[in-house]
């Protein structure tokens, strides 16, 4: 795994101001109405079922997908969300990645049955950069899903951006075998976006019987006829849809209604795969080629995607030490920001530096102090001086450099803390801290990471504070 493109920095994205929208169900027919509010950095998409209980939230992640019939529904804590891949789908066009969407009702709203309503309407809102980056993720591996029941391939390959290449067979004589594809994630709402979605004339009556697309309507959805089908048929759906006259045109589709694209229903699947792997919940890199894509097998070859990343994740995220290329901070600047001194100083240099990360070394030998109490004869570096030198480490994150004015870092709270094996004399520490959350009156909140090599040795999230030292008195 590996970072793409690392020259440039790429941020996280939110709405700049709340919008709703409001339609019926395509499946419960309910009227619902949601509300899309800006989120938090590192939050991502997450629904609130506003009229239960006590609000409960599921966020949009493959883990929490409990059904695939004829769409995507999450449910976690009680809150249950369905038909949810068109919304997910414009998103992820719009390349937003936190807001918070309050929902009065189980369904999201099909609308004309494409994403393009909810494109029009985060456009409408308005995009905000967030000051936090966005790591995208590279598969370097092929992952493949193979369903040989239902004739369903998938692959991911390794590739620099989004890419996606669809094809659909349906045995039709209508449809015949379609292609569509996503060159890049920019072209989505113009050439994927406004594709509607598409059911067989057959298909119905079966639906409606198992209590279905009660929200259907002739003009949201493509309705292909490839079969023969009786007047009296015709007229049934008409008075089901309450329309005064339905009829099939010459090229098979119900009510004369008018394709957008050649490959309309190719490029609705794709659409669907959009807003289906977007609950992998890593932005990811790939190029995605799927046969005879469909919910179910969305799904789970999103599961297969998010599993490999959360596999390989870490490897990302180590940062690289060369000691021949010199520091950022060398040991002079470090005492010049930070108030400790020998023997507490845990910083001997600082290689990268942000307002929002930074990477430091330690180097640990055999002469440290706190060996000659600590386990004699089997050193071992303390758990809470490996916390304490990630806290030092992010005090260049939190303190003003070039200050007249001083200050101190007091712990308030270390959650989450992990040591997954020891330090001892020879090795040379890599800290790593992030800040998770904007600064605010002097508290930051950063995740803490430690390496040897390519190891993860420690992982912590440490919320401080940052006081400034009263100057002495005259």
Known sequence: ME??????????????????????????????TIRLKPAEPNTGINFQRIDLPKKPVVKADVDYVIETNRSTTIEHNGARVST??????????MQIDNVLIEIDG????????????????????GIQKQQA???????????????????????????HSYRINTLIDFNSPVLGTQHASLQNITDFNSQIAPSRTFCFFHELEQLLANDLIKGGDINNAIVVVDKPVSDDQVKRIAKIFNKKEVKVNDEGILNNL?????????????????????????????????NRPGHTSNIQFAKKIKENIKKNK???????YDPNKPPVLDIQE?????????PFLLIDKVIELSATHVVAIKNVTYNEPYFQGHFPGNCVMPGVLLAEALAQAGGFIAIPRNSEDKYDTYFLKIENCKFKQKVVPGDTLILKMELLHPMRRGIC?????????????????????????PKPAL
């Open 84 to 93: 949810i891949e068109h919304l997910m789908a414009a998103l992820t066009g």
């Open 133 to 159: 980056k966005k790591i995208f993720y590279s598969i370097d591996q092929n992952i493949t899903f193979v369903d040989e029941q239902k004739n369903v391939e998938m692959v991911a390959l390794p590739y």
């Open 334 to 342: 470090i005492e010049r920001t930070l108030p400790h001194r020998y």
């Open 445 to 469: 909140e950063m995740q803490g990471t430690i390496f040897i090599g390519d190891k993860l040795v420690t992982e912590a999230v440490l919320v401080a504070q940052i006081v400034k030292r």
């Open 258 to 290: 008018q394709l957008r694209f050649p490959n309309e229903p190719a490029r609705h699947k794709l659409l669907d795969m959009v807003g289906d792997l977007a609950l992998v919940g890593y932005p990811f890199n790939a190029h995605i080629i799927a």
């Open 3 to 32: 970072q793409v493109n690392s020259k440039r920095e790429f941020y996280q994205h939110t709405i700049k101001q709340e919008l709703s929208i409001s339609g019926a169900g395509i499946h419960t027919g309910e009227s619902v």
């Open 106 to 125: 189980e369904e999201v709203p099909i609308l004309d049955g494409s994403a393009s309503p909810f494109i029009d309407a985060l456009e409408t809102a």
């Open 314 to 320: 870490f490897r990302q995220d180590i940062p690289k």
